[in-house]
């Protein structure tokens, strides 16, 4: 398994927010991680991803222990994440937002931006290039040089899983991607997070309300109820538990 949360639990003052959670991301799988308002899926994404701290239990990425490892760190290892209110420098422009993300730029080092200058040109084009290409997956170029805080709900969508692009990740974790985007864009959403995990080889876990993009994308679906992981399977499988309708509806058939 690539991600593997054993036990994990998160209290904030007097309220469980997670509670004795387990579950794994198998490598080369898009898996979907859903359930009510409430039910701890971002407060668990920000566990793995090093913004919590857990209370107890243990998180595994690549077979190394990562509990409690801060972002920037999972960042270096492969692991990313994105968020569900976009957070793009809104006056970059679209193609430098993506720029900003590569790591160990020689630039950023005074000895090689005074001593090494054609090292950090070399490498600037590369990241420009680079940059352009994401840009002409997300179907952005026409946008490269508009400052990214003009761009509409769903164009940011699009950046924020492009930055993610940039890192080169073995593992991204998607919070929300479909929220607040139009029909026609979701779907073209739901291709390029096809073709990410297919033809790009980049695993991805998705937290998502969207039933319809869910069944679409994902194998296995993980569903969570107050703090903790209620059942696992596909979609169908999901669809038919009981236990799920309850935790989503109250009861209700």
Known sequence: MLLEIDDVCKSFGGLRAVWECTFSVAKGSITGLIGPNGAGKTTTFNMIAGVFKPDRGQIRFAGSDITGVPSHKLFR?????TFQIPHEFGHLTVRDNLMTVPPAHPGERLFGAWLEPAKVRRREDEIRAKADDVLAFLKLSHVAGDPAGTLSGGQKKLLELGRAMMADPTLILLDEPGAGVNPTLLEQLGDMIIELNKAHGHSICIIEHNMDMIARLC???????EGTVLTKGTMDEVRRDKRVLDAYLGGGE
């Open 77 to 81: 290892k492969g692991l990313v994440r």
């Open 219 to 225: 194998d296995p679906v993980i569903v969570m109820a």
